[in-house]
Nanobody
Framework: QVQLVESGGGLVQAGGSLRLSCAAS????????MGWFRQAPGKEREFVAG?????????HYADSVKGRFTISRDNGKGTVSLQMNSLKPEDTAVYYCAAEPSTLPSGLIWLASRYAYWGQGTQVTVTS
């Protein structure tokens, strides 16, 4: 069983920054595919960013956050982070950390159903 604990959400003005962190239990964290997803009220959960280990860290982003968000991981600490810059009101959502204890193919990293474990979510609110 893998437990994920998110932190770092909050309220920020448009153009500001936030950093989300997710701490994962599990002895083989370095092999996990880690993802961040978000869900806004009345909308489906959507992929934000993912990172997997394939001979080195490989990162993937939704088009809506490319150039503004950066996902990173610290295998020694068992953490994955999401640095969010130039935030927009449309980034407002509950953000979820997800883990899959295998290396997902790059074409599937965006698919929520492929992740076995989920955190409880952290609220991010961006005001205009």
């Amino acid at each position: 069983q893998v437990q994920l604990v998110e932190s770092g959400g909050g309220l920020v003005q448009a153009g500001g920054s936030l950093r989300l962190s997710c701490a994962a239990s599990g002895r083989t964290f370095s092999s996990y595919t880690m993802g961040w997803f978000r869900q806004a009220p009345g909308k489906e959960r959507e992929f934000v960013a993912g990172i997997r280990w394939s001979g080195g860290s490989s990162t993937h982003y939704a088009d809506s956050v490319k150039g503004r968000f950066t996902i990173s991981r610290d295998n020694g600490k068992g953490t994955v982070s999401l640095q969010m810059n130039s935030l927009k009101p449309e980034d407002t959502a509950v953000y979820y950390c997800a883990a899959e204890p295998s290396t997902l193919p790059s074409g599937l990293i965006w698919l929520a159903s492929r992740y076995a474990y989920w955190g409880q979510g952290t609220q991010v609110t961006v005001t205009s």
